[in-house]
């Protein structure tokens, strides 16, 4: 019976930024829940490359090549599934981009670009999909990707942080508005994850020997530790659960 709860057969789940790295990896754990995934991204050969990759295991996959930091993109490619039939009832925003810089030498296009692409990209993915699953009457998962910066900052990424603590307000405002309409908006706040990303912190010893004594678990998490949370979010396992954040993160916000 437990296991029913965690059953995504049926659903079509949407996560944006999934044709490598954290999203790839949620979106795996979600087919292999039994979900219907679409793949996004900007990078069409990547996608296919991500899409051919699952269909490979059996799973059932879809991909969208658009850029979810534009309002026009976002709204024809919902425009483009309605006329097909597709249906969003899962949504992972998990598409982001990062820029280091000190605040005193960032620029006004630099800033506004990381929020574009971290917290204006939510919005946008998230209303077209809640406009949907209010209209079907069905309910729905929106699930955003936050960070431990949502709740502690790091000097030099001002913007990131800033955006990720948007998320958290956002996820909450989410949360405010649609859950009398059965949809449940929550958060996951990974650590610091072993990503192509993060490929340079990972090869600088000063760094990695930092987040490693950070951590209690004194280690980088593996990408694939994000996916038992989305599936639980995702699932009917969380259906009385609105506008939290469960941190994955090894204990780094647990100790000063």
């Known amino acids: 019976m437990a296991h029913r709860l965690f059953d ?85 925003n998990n598409a982001g981009i ?51 910066t949502c709740e502690a900052a790091r000097a030099t990424i001002s913007p990131y942080v800033t955006s990720k603590g948007g998320i958290r307000m956002l996820t909450r405002a989410m949360a405010a508005e649609w859950a009398s309409h059965n949809i449940q908006v929550n958060a996951i706040g990974p650590g610091y994850m072993a990503t192509e990303m993060n490929t340079a912190l990972l090869e600088n010893p000063e760094f990695d020997a930092w987040v490693k004594g950070r951590t209690p678990a004194r280690r980088w998490g593996q990408p ?14 969380s259906n009385f659960m609105s506008g939290q954040i469960l941190y994955v993160d090894g204990g780094m916000l647990a100790v000063l």
């Open 98 to 148: 990062q820029f280091r810089k000190p605040i005193v030498e960032l620029e006004l296009k630099d800033w506004e670009r990381v929020l574009r692409g971290n917290l204006t990209s939510a919005f946008l993915v998230a209303r077209e999909a809640a406009r949907r699953m209010i209209k079907r009457g069905r309910g729905g998962k929106v699930i955003n990707i936050g960070s431990v």
């Open 224 to 237: 694939g530790e994000l996916s038992g949370t989305a599936i639980y979010l995702a699932s009917a396992a």
């Open 8 to 92: 995504l057969q049926g659903r079509t789940a949407l996560v944006t930024g999934s044709s490598r790295g954290l999203g790839f990896s949620i979106a795996e754990g979600l087919a292999e829940a039994g979900a219907r995934v679409i793949l996004n991204g900007v990078d069409p050969g990547r996608l296919a490359s991500g899409a051919e990759a699952l269909k490979a295991r059996g799973h059932q996959v879809l991909s969208a090549a658009f850029d979810v930091s534009e309002e026009s993109a976002v709204v024809q490619a919902f425009e483009r599934w309605d006329q097909e039939g597709i249906e969003v009832d899962i949504l992972v």
